[in-house]
């Protein structure tokens, strides 16, 4: 390891789980992720490395067989599988989001039968808030829960569902209209079980998640739509056991996630920053290494410097998640900063390599196609400035 991206602070345990995962991704993640990822495989033998390690249950309480861990060790771990490759760090991220939110939000009855399963890997969890025309005005939702009886009834089109199809879980939020004064009060989240698969559900009648969207980057993970055809949900799986405060549990999903994807772009930098640094002392051009090259030695200044910074703001926004401080404020201006600056150390990684950089023979092919990922996932980078400039006009707003 080099000096960049270290953490103060860290107890024993969690320099453990770190050197542990660490090792995991080197042996087991780098060498075979371009080669996954070129052929956008899924995973699985890595799932199930995962699973062994008990990466599912990370911060899952010991009293529901988690291993109890912190945010921010989450955070550690999710920035080391990341610089192995990001699809993975994806299919870890939404099964925390779901596990944090039943943890948090769910009822005693809830959280005993899904977190020991969810803690083992067995159940894996997705999060659907996003539908095809919603964008990130969240009140215009339009998937729909009606009461019937002690059931609920769904209709509707999610989006953008990570691990939609591989996953057993999904928190979906939907409108409920039970009397709410405002949009985001007549929103419920629904836990819904269901096979993993693609087509009609044979589990949940009127349930589908119709294949695989092709993207440009960030695959191997499964990304889908989710359909609901009159999909007859028990009134005990809304999350929480009452209605209505299903955007309040979303949104903090949302934060901790943010943190997440903050994580992930310091992972992607940290490797592309490797990679630059590895390819400039091998590469030879006017009779000298390129890294003697005065140019290039300016860009790896610029690259560390900003891998460094995205790693210390992003370790700042989960230490304050878990001493409980809101942390709203600093999760956005910590995936902001971190996606930015991935975007560009990849760029300038990308540059060093030159010619070979654009070659699917080289590593750094696959990171310039997923760091845009970054910029857009757990919300683009103008919703992160108006959630920091709002909440820094109310820390620093002016007696009347």
Avoid at 17 to 32: C, S
Avoid at 102 to 131: C, D, V, W
Avoid at 187 to 200: D, N, Q, R, V
Wanted: hydrophobic residues 40%; proline residues 3%; aromatic residues 8%.
């Amino acid at each position: 390891m080099g000096r960049l991206a270290q953490t103060d602070g860290l107890t024993e345990i969690q320099r453990d789980i770190l050197a542990t995962v660490r090792d995991f991704v080197d042996k087991e993640i780098i060498p075979v992720a371009t080669e996954l990822e070129h052929r956008d495989e899924y995973p699985t033998a890595i799932v199930e490395g995962m699973k062994q390690l008990g990466l599912f249950g990370l911060t899952i309480p010991e009293e529901f067989g988690g291993l109890g861990e912190s945010l921010l060790t989450y955070a550690l771990v999710v920035e080391e599988i990341a610089r192995g490759w990001m699809s993975v760090s994806g299919i870890v991220n939404t099964h925390f989001i779901v596990a944090h939110m039943i943890n948090a939000h769910g009822t005693q009855e809830q959280k005993e039968y899904f977190l020991p399963r969810m803690a083992t890997g067995e159940i894996r969890g997705a999060f659907s808030m996003s539908e095809p025309g919603l964008g990130s005005d969240v009140a215009a939702i339009s998937t729909k829960g009606v009461r019937d009886g002690d059931h609920y009834v769904l209709n509707g089109q999610k989006m953008w569902l990570t691990n939609g199809g591989t996953s057993t879980l999904v928190a979906v939020l939907c409108k409920t209209d039970e009397g709410g004064s405002t949009p985001y009060r007549n929103m419920t989240t629904f836990l819904i079980e269901k096979t993993a698969g693609f087509g009609p559900n044979p589990t949940v009648p009127g349930l589908t998640v119709p294949g695989k969207i092709e993207k440009m980057g960030y695959k191997g993970v499964d990304t889908t739509e989710l359909v609901l055809q009159d999909v007859r949900i028990p009134a005990d799986r809304v999350l929480g056991g009452v209605p209505g405060k299903g955007f309040y549990q979303m949104m903090d999903g949302v934060e901790v996630g943010r943190v997440n994807v903050a994580a992930r772009g310091c992972g992607v930098a940290r490797r592309a920053f490797e990679l630059g640094i590895s390819y400039a002392q091998q590469r030879s051009t006017f009779g000298k290494k390129i890294a003697e090259h005065q140019a290039i030695q300016f860009k790896l200044a610029e690259m560390a410097t900003k891998v460094e910074a995205a790693h210390q703001m992003m370790v700042m926004a989960a230490r304050k998640k878990d001493g409980g401080e809101r942390n709203d404020l600093e999760a956005g201006m910590a995936k902001y900063l971190a996606s930015e600056y991935c975007k560009e150390v990849v760029e300038d990684s990308f540059r060093i390599h030159g010619g070979y950089g654009f070659s699917k023979e080289y590593e750094i092919e696959r990171l310039y196609r997923e760091a845009p990922m970054l910029l857009i996932g757990e919300g683009t980078a103008e919703i992160q400035k108006m959630i920091v400039g709002r909440r820094l006009l109310e820390e620093y707003k002016l007696a009347d």
